[in-house]
């Protein structure tokens, strides 16, 4: 009985070895980046000036980034419609990021901001995380800081912005060229957040009715000497040119 019991066991530890081991081979690897888009790694360049004609130019675009999640979701998430995402299966990156979105080139915008290993293979369709206050550092107690020099009519405004607004984006499929997010233990997928800096300053070369004109404050504000930016009621937060919800804490 005693030997029986003993081949029982071994034969349990074997087969829960092999599962784990076979888990393992089939997981994937999901990288999180984030991207300022040209806006950020070139600026705000003629013709795309701020909406009151300003250039921006960026030293530095400082995002503090918390609960980056992606989710498996079917039917897909509609951030127009739920408000909670249903998933089979997510992917979670730890931690709190302090990214600076200016790192970014003008080839290569999006910056790698973590990478989750053995994660569920399948796609990931959806994509929420929170903008936070840094809880440490040269940027303790900002959710974002922008800094950088603007020029407008041979006059040069060197600028620091803050922000300490707190909010919880989530978001469906990602938008643009490719579509994102597939993974298998053979290919790595990736997913983005990304930050549309026209919802801030407005865009000059876009008509006066444009969503980003109505809802950017332009830079004259700062120009004339405020340092602290309200992002309540922008929609900066996007995956693409995919839309999210946004929630205010």
Not at 88 to 96: H, N, R
Not at 115 to 131: D, F, I, K, M, R
Not at 165 to 173: F, L, N, Q, S
Not at 190 to 217: P, Q, S, W, Y
């Amino acid at each position: 009985m005693k030997k029986t019991m003993r081949s029982t066991g071994l034969f349990l530890a074997s087969t829960l070895a092999l599962l784990s081991c076979f888990s393992m081979a089939s997981a994937g690897t999901l990288k999180f980046f984030a991207n300022g888009e040209e806006l950020i790694a070139e600026g705000f360049m003629s013709p795309k000036l701020t909406k009151d004609g300003w250039q921006l130019n960026f030293d530095h675009a400082f995002v503090v980034l918390q609960n980056i999640t992606a989710y498996q979701t079917t039917p897909p998430f509609d951030p127009e419609v739920a408000d909670a995402i249903t998933y089979s299966a997510k992917a979670s990156l730890e931690g709190i990021h302090v990214v600076d979105l200016a790192r970014g080139s003008v080839e290569e915008p999006p910056v790698l901001v973590g990478v989750v290993e053995n994660v569920t293979p399948g796609h990931y369709n959806a994509l929420s995380w929170q903008v936070v206050k840094a809880e440490s550092g040269m940027l303790k107690g900002a959710s974002m800081v922008l800094i950088g020099t603007a020029r407008k009519d041979g006059r040069s405004v060197s600028f620091q912005i803050t922000s300490d607004d707190v909010a919880t984006y989530r978001c469906g499929e990602f938008v643009g060229d490719e579509r994102k997010g597939f993974v298998s233990k053979d290919e790595d997928g990736d997913l983005e957040m990304t930050f549309h800096f026209d919802h801030i300053f407005g865009r000059a070369d876009k008509d006066a009715d444009d969503d980003v004109n109505l809802e950017g404050i332009g830079f004259a504000v700062f120009a004339a000497g405020a340092d602290r930016l309200k992002l309540q009621g922008m929609h900066v937060g996007h995956a693409g040119e995919g839309h999210c919800s946004v929630q205010w804490h």
